[in-house]
């Protein structure tokens, strides 16, 4: 198992430099110019100044060299100093947004709580309702409830987050008047009063991107079970007459939970790259926000940077679902 | 009826007179929002209007200009003019005295270092200020003494109001940015987010693309102001999300550029809890006429320069006949409700600037189908399409990605077709048309169209940078990497002479003269550019806010330090 783990993170290494590469390139290529959201009346030698200061005018290859330096020597280097007061990293330059001149990490710290407070609340609420209806949808399969479960999982699937957004905003805060539209992100829970503005806030977006986490994680539990539920070793501990209970909780559940798992790992990545659209929509300041901001902005060194954080996580979650498998199976064995 | 006056005059000073006696710091927290999220509040480094519009609330230039296009000091104690000595009579230099016991909102004096600080700031080479034409023709800026600022100009200057004047130009603190001139401006994060000023509010709290926190600064110079005790900006989302925020749910107190769909402006301003509010700068939708030729079938470096002129667009007859068939009634109604009306100017304000022209408002399809019969195109096949010589009367019709201009696009294709014109359409996104990239095919600048859609206006109410686009050397071209505000290709002796002759004109009545002509000779003239819409900012405010003047003239946040709850 450990000389899997490891094999995996040094193959690990050349594919994430591959993905950087490409990441750069696509990022570079792709049309548009920093200075395109800045008004007409800016004339062009400004702007031309502007962009030089930016350091944008730099062949690619540099600048992809710079970044690489700046991501995997100066940013450590800098959270280093950070927590233990050196000074390894002065003077050099951190990754810098173009749009805002801050470091990129800076904000993606500043962003990254609200992200994971936000998304993980509605994965964790996705997880929980889907669960349950998954495991009785199967167990009584083709029963009204099994219906119902079908059309919530349709409806959680087809229903895009910018409309059934929408539909809750106008629904819930404009018409009833319940919840904030926009999430004030200045808030700090300090009290009972606190928590409950905060619990309102984070009502609509966790209502809508939990509705759409649950509907997939639902069919993957009701098809994982309907497959264990004819399985011989079933049929076994009902003749050896275990309650349903103990036959469904016990012995199915944990056999059907295997895949389950791993679908959730593999969506956890997802979690830190934030949801664009309901981020958007609520005004979370998440880290979806940010790219969404920073691609419109043309803000190459962040869209770089949060695009390469991603890939690193979705190869790092990616590894540790085969690992989950294997201790969660022992029929699977890494040698 | 005098006396009726009298009473509405007296109960006029009765409803603002809680705002006068108000004390600082009463009302609470004001709470705006924008649809772009503030990134930084420095406005040397952006070029975004929402992080000017925060930076106002907390930095100050010298003066600033009303919503009638007037100076009003600032940090001044008087706008200087020749009458009063404070511009030399020669046009050479301008003299500012600093209001007496003006402090920054940390406590320490404003002296007139401050401001030579600032002109070094923004005009050194590595810094890549975006104001910089603020600065231009500015040979040297002194501190006679603490309180004087002297600004010298390397050659007369007309109009000596640009450094200093304007949300776009402010104040900053020397002893803060001291570390951060040149190549170190974009390090001096703190000093970018939080910068020091003298206006009524100092940035207490900054995260990057959300929310700017702000409380009173309480070394304001008016003890009085600002009534609201402190401010938050939160940034994000959308227009339609912005307005609703204040319209509809009231959980905010001011939304700006709220330009959302006539129908919707209408809905959201029956909930009653808000109302728009609009105002008219100098932003101009307008179609501009290629005067060379795209075709894809000449050489690179000959396709769209002046080198080959336009084969159809060339004649004026061709160009007028475009403009008339277009209803620009239908085109506002459409797509700006009350934030646009249709207009033919490119200069369509302040009042004394704008030309009295009003001749395209009509849509006159009749005379533009003659006038085309009578430049030679007609539909000798008979198949919709007129032609010449074998030449088809077909027309590339381009502009950005942006719902409001497709519709124009499929409005005015149908107008076009009716006159017999064949009109391909092409939308590109944003970010490449007005890239300036020069690698793309698709910019602006390149025009590789024949008609193209696009707004403009000019940064001061004064239009001579503004004008001076369409002289011949801002032509855009493959010499000049196809940089050049010329994007028509217009060009005319006599345009470059009455403009040269504006730059050296210093009485306001002869250069608002000169301006009308300038824009009739673009416009109506020669129909190069033929202007559609002049669009207003939109912005949303909450009855319960008072003392809100939308500015379009300089930031629309120039006077939050008069913004009271009305109770």
Known sequence: ?335 | MNMKAALLGAAAVLGLAPAAFAERGTDGEVKLTFPQAVSIMNPYLTGGTKDILAAAMVLEPLAVVDPNGVLVPRLAIEIPTVENGGVSADLTSITWKLVPGLKWSDGSPVTADDAVFTWQYCTDPAGGCSQATKYDGVASVEAVDPSTIKVTFSAPKPNPYTAFVSGLSPILQKAQFANCLGAAAPTCTDANTMPIGTGPFKVTGFTVNDTVTMAMNENYRDPAKPAFASAVIKGGGDAESSARAVMETGEFDYAWNTQIPPDSQAAMAAAGKGQFVVAFGTLVERLEMNMTDPSPDLPEGERSTVKAPHPILSDIRVRTALSKAIDRSILVEVGYGAGGKPTCNVIPGPEGWASDNEGCIAQDMAGAKALLDEAGWTDSDGDGIRDKDGKKLSILFQTTVNPIRQDFQALIKDWWTELGVEVELKAIDPGVFFGGDPGSPDTFQKFYADVEMYANNSESPDPESYLAQYLCSKIPSPETQWQGENINRFCSADYDALHAELTKTTDLAKRQDIAKKLNDMVTKDSMVVVPLVHRGTLSAHANSLGGVQINAWDMETWNTADWFRIK
């Open chain 1, 1 to 335: 198992m450990l000389t899997f783990t490891l094999r995996r993170l040094l193959l690990a290494v050349p594919t994430l430099l591959v993905i950087s590469l490409v990441i750069f390139l696509v990022v570079d290529l792709a049309p548009g110019s920093p200075m395109s959201e800045i008004p007409l009346t800016i004339p062009p030698e400004v702007r031309r100044k502007m962009i030089a200061a930016l350091g944008a005018d730099q062949p690619v290859f540099v600048r992809y060299l710079l970044w690489l330096r700046q991501f995997f020597w100066v940013e450590p280097a800098s959270l280093f100093d950070g927590w233990f007061g050196t000074a390894l990293a002065d003077g050099e330059q951190r990754i810098l947004s173009w749009q805002s001149r801050s470091p990129v990490f800076s904000i993606i710290g500043q962003r990254l709580p609200q992200t994971l407070t936000v998304i993980g609340t509605a994965y964790i609420v996705g997880i929980l309702i889907a669960l349950p209806i998954g495991i009785y949808s199967a167990y009584r399969q083709y029963s009204w409830f099994d219906q119902a479960g079908t059309l919530f999982a349709m409806i959680g699937f087809s229903v895009p987050t910018f409309f059934s957004g929408t539909l809750f905003i106008l629904l819930f805060a404009v018409w009833l008047g319940w919840f904030p539209t926009k999430y004030d992100t200045q808030l700090e829970v300090r009290d009972w009063a606190s928590f409950w503005q905060q619990a309102r806030q984070m009502a609509m977006p966790v209502m809508t991107l939990g509705l759409a986490n649950a509907a997939a994680i639902s069919r993957y539990m009701r098809s994982s079970m309907l497959e264990n539920m004819g399985m011989d070793y079933v049929r076994t501990a009902r003749a050896k007459g275990m309650s349903e209970r103990t036959v469904v909780l016990k012995h199915v559940l944990r056999n059907s939970l295997i895949p389950v798992v791993t679908v959730i790992a593999l969506g956890i990545p997802s979690i830190f790259g934030g949801a664009i659209v309901t981020e958007n929509l609520f005004g979370v300041n998440g880290i979806g926000a940010a790219l969404i901001g920073a691609i419109q902005a043309n803000d190459i060194p962040m869209v770089q940077t949060l695009a390469f954080i991603f890939a690193v996580l979705i190869v790092l979650f990616n590894l540790i679902a085969d690992i989950l498998y294997g201790l969660l199976d022992p029929r699977i064995r890494y040698e």
